[in-house]
Each structure stands twice: as C-alpha cells, then as structure tokens.
C-alpha cells in the first residue's frame, strides 16, 4: 500500500542552524502539506502546496520556512534559522482528489525536530 | 479565530462505548473529519461528515451539527488498541485543502 515517508526520523540541530526535512509523498496525489506537534499539544497547520505553489501558509509558517518540490517526488521544508520553539514532530502529508473522503489526508511517520 | 475544543482524556474500559466530543469556532469549512494518532505517530484518517447527520465506519461513528457547532466520535465494542489520541479536524476546500486539528483526546481503554 503507497505510504507517505520522510527523513531522517529525527534530527537535531543547534540554534541557528538551517535545516531541510524531506518527504516523499504518494506518488498520484496532487496538494501537499506540512504540519507541526509540539510534544503533547495538538497537531498545527503550516502550509499547503498545490499546482508547484503554495496555496495556504498559516501565521507560524514565517520568513524562516519554505517549501519546494524539486522533483516530482519529493516535498521539502526548510527552516533557515531554526529557535528553540522550533522544536517540535514536523508531520508530512499529502491527498488526492479532495472530494473523496473529506480530503482525506496521508500523513507520512514525522521527522522529530531538536533544537539546541 | 478558529478553535475546536475536544476534553483532553476519556478512560473506558474493554467492550465499552466512548463518545469523545468536538465543540467548535470556525466557519467556512467543508466537514469535520476524525484521526488517529497513536503514541505521537502518524495520524490516520477515521472518518467525515459533509452533512450534519451520523456517519457509521465499523466500530466508529461520527455525528455533525452544525447548528450547534458540535460533533463527536462514537467508538463501540472498545478494544485495547483502541487507546490513542483522537483529533477532530475541521476540513477545508478550495486550492487549500487544509486541516485544522481540534485540541485532542487521549482516550485510555482500560481491561
């Protein structure tokens, strides 16, 4: 059955530091996303990606992130200058055709971001 | 803003029915739909409603009103590993697609 991945599982960083999480989602879906679980809260929106754009960014996905699709398979996020309040599980996902099933989402396994 | 509001943990024993609810602030979405999240691990899709109404998947159900700005996730036959964390999730259309979550509950099935 297709899966949603990412790597690396966890990666930890200092302050300050860049650092690129990468996804490979479903091969035939077309929007993307990205979203963020500080430990124990709830699970938080970051941005959409549709058509090569971005569609939607929410007030967290600031001057420090970006998103790209370099290829056809891969999705990345980028934090350019990561802060402590970074630190968080950063969740890949992705879906089809948004009429089915209420958009059902694939959430890839997370990437657990440290920052130092 | 937007805010769904859900209790933070429900425990029930095996064989059990659990209903956990979802009391929202938002407009303008497409449905409310329902995730798994085990152990802080992936979270799975459960299930949606694009009506008000009861939706029956198996095991779950899930109920929409959306003149009373409330849904909830009815979990029967209550098994084991069923404990998890379940977030109701406000659907969005449109070229965004995006998901917001609702503040979670982390339900314990005891034996």
């Known amino acids: 059955e297709p899966e949603v991945t990412q790597t690396p599982s966890h990666q930890v960083t200092q302050m300050g530091q860049e650092v690129i999480l990468r996804c490979v989602p479903i091969s035939n879906h077309l929007y993307f996303y990205w979203y963020r679980q500080i430990l124990g809260q709830k699970v938080e929106f970051l941005v959409s990606?549709?058509?090569?754009?971005?569609?939607?960014k929410s007030e967290i996905f600031d001057d420090q992130f970006s998103v790209e699709r370099p290829d056809g398979s891969n999705f990345t996020l980028k934090i350019r200058s990561t802060k402590l309040e970074d630190s968080a599980m950063y969740f890949c996902?992705?879906?089809?055709?948004?009429?089915?099933?209420?958009?059902?989402?694939?959430f890839g396994p997370g990437t657990r971001l440290t920052v130092l | 803003g937007q805010s769904l509001e859900q209790p933070s943990e429900v425990t029930a024993v095996e064989g059990a029915i659990v209903q956990i609810n979802c009391t929202y602030q938002?407009?303008?979405?497409?449905?409310l739909s329902w995730y798994q999240q085990h152990d802080g691990g992936a979270p799975t899709f459960l299930s949606y409603n694009a009506l008000d109404g009861l939706e029956e998947t198996g095991r779950f159900s899930s109920f929409l009103s959306r003149s009373d700005s409330y849904g909830y996730l009815l979990l029967q036959e209550l098994q084991m590993k069923d404990s998890a964390s379940y977030f109701c999730a406000a659907v969005y259309g449109g070229a965004t697609n995006k998901l917001i979550f609702g503040t979670g509950t982390l339900l314990a099935v005891q034996p």
């Open positions: 990606f549709y058509n090569n754009e971005i569609s939607e």
């Open positions: 938002t407009s303008g979405f497409y449905g």
């Open positions: 996902a992705s879906s089809g055709d948004s009429r089915s099933r209420g958009n059902e989402q694939f």
